[in-house]
């Protein structure tokens, strides 16, 4: 019987997704279960380990019902990034609660690495900020405030990881402690030219070598799964990226210029620029896109980073908060009722901005009210919010590039609003794809572990299929309107 079949596992924040994907890029069995938050005090966000896992088998044994394991060929991960993780070498058990990407508990620490002038070097060598949002200041902070930890690191009793790290070694049955390329340019711990970790940086964030995993790369034979409920032991473990990245993939952005934007709670944007990394200069990070492997050959791919802290947080937030709408479907309707948002503007500035400004004491603005204003202006002027902090990023990541975006890729819940696309397309000037299967980042796991085990081009998701293209239609005028009311809200937020 032929193996065509491959597992993605899809660990995210708040739960973990399953799907089984044949050749035809079908969805032969899907599984989700979900997981609590932990909140020990304002800002600090964590996980149970334990919790983690038992999502992933979970959702892994519904997956699998009715699936016959005999044609399974490979299989993917993907996961929430920077999260943080601790365990005992022998017997694996987790030492504290993951620290979680979310958690600023750390921003003391990072304020002092600014202050003390190492933020420029550190930009240089890992193409991040120095920010709580990645692994290396929370694995301090494990090692610094838990009783014991930092001796025990020291003598190697101790590793840590990434989620897709805690998944390998759990999936392996402790053999293999290992973190993809991806993974590991998020830890800053991690020179991008180098492609591995730094013992200078490792210095400097107080964090000893022997904690670390081996680097792979992000598709290829780097594991086999043994011991795991419902599985057959030499599963290849071949496809392995952090979730934008895996999305990035998933979507097909393999050429240097394709970029995609995922709109959920807020809008990621990831632009590939190639073989050699760009460093920004307009405030968006550098990271690694994926490293593939074929034929003894490893080729690794870059691209620039940017995110917006509000998108569909915005809809949430016109409902819940406002009641203009009762639920968030609702506003496509109410926004095509009229032709435009009667020069209101909406700066969403709900947790301050992200890039390409990084204001953090930038506050929500709505501007150009007045009498004749409706609820029917105000949704439309938060679609245009979402789609004009998009522009922003593209730009940005224009400028950094040195090059035009070929066209963006959408994926994520709100990617189903037509209309949001549709002012996308005008407001960027280029089209949008939105493609059929709009789990990209499960289906970039996918992919990469079809190739990693050498199926056939296009055996999992050849091509991604495009149900619906947007076309600009916007005159160069009335967008120019757009963007320079906006620059003036930005300005004024």
């Known amino acids: 019987m032929d193996k065509d079949l491959v597992i993605a596992?899809?660990?995210?924040?708040?739960?973990?997704?399953?799907?089984?994907?044949d050749a035809g890029r079908t969805v032969r069995g899907r599984g989700y279960r979900e997981f609590a938050q932990i909140y020990p005090r304002p800002g600090e966000v964590e996980h149970d380990p334990e919790a983690i896992w038992v999502s992933v088998t979970g959702a892994l044994g519904d997956a699998l019902r009715g699936v016959d394991p005999g044609r399974i060929a490979a299989l993917g991960i993907t996961n929430q990034r920077e999260t943080t993780l601790l365990w005992e070498r022998d017997g694996g058990r987790p030492v504290a609660n993951a620290i979680v990407w979310q958690d600023r508990r750390t921003a003391p620490f990072c304020a002092t690495l600014k202050a003390a002038g190492h933020e420029r070097a550190v930009r240089e060598r890992t193409g991040l900020v120095l920010d709580p949002y990645f692994s290396a200041t929370k694995i301090r902070w494990l090692l610094d405030n838990v009783n014991g930890l930092r001796a025990r690191a020291e003598a190697g009793a101790l590793a840590f990881g990434t989620v897709d790290s805690f998944l390998i070694w759990r999936l392996t049955g402790g053999k293999t402690h290992a973190t993809d390329v991806t993974n590991a340019s998020r830890t800053l711990l991690f020179d991008l030219r180098t492609r591995q970790f730094s013992d200078d940086l490792c210095a400097l964030f107080g964090v000893p070598r022997a904690l670390l995993p081996e680097v792979v790369p992000s598709a290829g034979r780097l594991a086999e799964t043994r011991g795991v409920p419902g599985l057959p032991d030499g599963i290849p473990i071949a496809g392995v990226a952090g979730d934008q990245q895996a999305a990035l993939y998933g979507q097909d952005c393999t050429e240097a210029g394709d970029a995609?934007?995922?709109?959920?709670?807020?809008?990621?944007?990831?632009?590939?620029?190639?073989?050699?990394?760009?460093?920004?200069?307009?405030?968006?990070?550098?990271?690694?896109?994926?490293?593939?492997?074929?034929?003894?050959?490893?080729?690794?791919?870059?691209?620039?980073?940017?995110?917006?802290?509000?998108?569909?947080?915005?809809?949430?937030?016109?409902?819940?908060?406002?009641?203009?709408?009762?639920?968030?479907?609702?506003?496509?309707?109410?926004?095509?009722?009229?032709?435009?948002?009667?020069?209101?503007?909406?700066?969403?500035?709900?947790?301050?901005?992200?890039?390409p400004h990084w204001r953090a004491e930038a506050r929500g603005l709505i501007a150009g009210v007045t009498r004749g204003t409706t609820r029917a202006h105000l949704a439309r002027a938060a679609l245009e919010a979402i789609a004009l902090q998009n522009v922003d990023l593209v730009t940005a990541m224009q400028a950094d590039a040195g090059r035009p975006i070929n066209h963006l890729r959408v994926d994520g819940g709100a990617a189903a609003n037509d209309l949001l696309m549709q002012i996308q397309a005008d407001l960027l000037g280029v089209q949008i794809f939105r493609p059929e299967m709009v789990e990209s980042t499960a289906l970039g796991a996918a992919k990469l572990a079809a190739l990693g085990v050498g199926l056939p081009p296009g055996a999992v998701g050849h091509e991604t299929a495009r149900i619906r293209i947007f076309t600009p239609s916007m005159a160069a005028e009335t967008r120019e309107a757009h963007l320079a009311r906006w620059a003036d809200a930005v300005g004024r937020a």
């Open 9 to 21: 596992i899809d660990q995210g924040t708040t739960g973990t997704t399953v799907l089984v994907v």
């Open 260 to 355: 995609k934007c995922t709109f959920g709670t807020g809008a990621f944007l990831l632009m590939n620029v190639g073989a050699e990394p760009r460093p920004s200069t307009h405030g968006l990070l550098t990271t690694v896109a994926w490293t593939l492997e074929a034929g003894g050959r490893a080729a690794t791919s870059y691209a620039l980073e940017g995110s917006a802290f509000v998108a569909g947080a915005l809809v949430q937030w016109l409902r819940d908060g406002l009641g203009l709408i009762a639920s968030a479907p609702e506003i496509e309707p109410l926004a095509r009722s009229v032709p435009d948002s009667g020069g209101v503007v909406i700066v969403p500035a709900l947790t301050g901005l992200g890039a």
